[in-house]
């Protein structure tokens, strides 16, 4: 069964730039996978940041961007805000199954 | 906009079926799109359960794959899933989202937490 690896957890200082990766255990990770990241907040619904790699959704704030890296997907925040902190999941497309990676719980601090 | 409002039971015993359904409001399921079902468990990642076609056309989880049946019905603006022989392991709020073929649409369904007990 396909496994999604992200980074459990990773902390930043405001105004700093990080980097989530998103690996998958079939191999490197391409554009047809088809990235998608979401941001979600306690209590709410994952929200959509980007999709099919590094397409950003009109309300993704400019400092969200995403690519492949190293064989992986990347999520890079730039400029971090406090209101940043939040988990952070991938999600991988192998054709018609879908798998989430386990999540990052990005700290803002 | 799309919306999209899970129901069904909150609560559910061992051993039974749990049956959701998701409301599709501002778009009809027959446009061509995926509607999927998701999962979380309390204080833990999302897990993508499975998706139907407005075909009819199914993908399952492989590790659910054996007890999972979804359904749409399109006179309603509808998909059901059904989740038999449920655990406690199976306690997790359950998400509705459409999906175009490369991506998760928003918003999602706000969700809805169903409890499985002994």
């Known amino acids: 069964q396909t496994v999604v690896t992200q980074e459990p957890s990773l902390t930043v200082s405001p105004g700093g730039t990080v980097t989530l990766t998103c690996a998958s255990s079939?191999?490197?990770?391409?554009?047809?996978?088809?990235p998608n990241w979401f941001q979600q907040r306690p209590g709410q619904a994952p929200r959509p940041l980007i999709y099919?790699?590094?397409n950003a959704h009109s309300w993704t704030p400019a400092r969200f961007s995403g690519s492949l890296l190293g064989g992986k997907a990347a999520l890079t925040l730039s400029d971090v805000q406090p209101e940043d902190e939040a988990d952070y999941y991938c999600?991988?497309?192998?054709?018609?199954?879908?798998?989430f990676g386990g999540g990052t719980k990005l700290t803002v601090l | 906009q799309v919306q999209l409002q899970e129901s069904g039971p909150g609560l559910v015993k061992s051993s039974e079926t749990l049956s959701l359904t998701c409301s599709v409001f501002g778009d009809s399921i027959r446009r061509g799109f995926y509607w999927n079902w998701i999962r979380q468990h309390p204080g833990k990642g999302l897990e993508w359960i499975g998706h139907i076609y407005y075909s009819g056309r199914t993908s399952y989880n492989p590790s659910l794959k054996s007890r999972i049946t979804m359904s749409v019905d399109t006179s309603k603006n509808q998909i059901s899933l059904k989740l038999s022989s449920v655990t406690a392991a199976d306690t997790a709020v359950y998400y509705c989202a459409r999906d175009t073929g490369y991506q998760l649409t928003h918003p999602w369904g706000p969700g809805t937490l169903v409890t499985v007990s002994s």
């Open positions: 079939t191999g490197a990770v391409a554009n047809i996978n088809y």
């Open positions: 099919s790699t590094y």
């Open positions: 999600l991988l497309y192998y054709g018609d199954a879908r798998v």
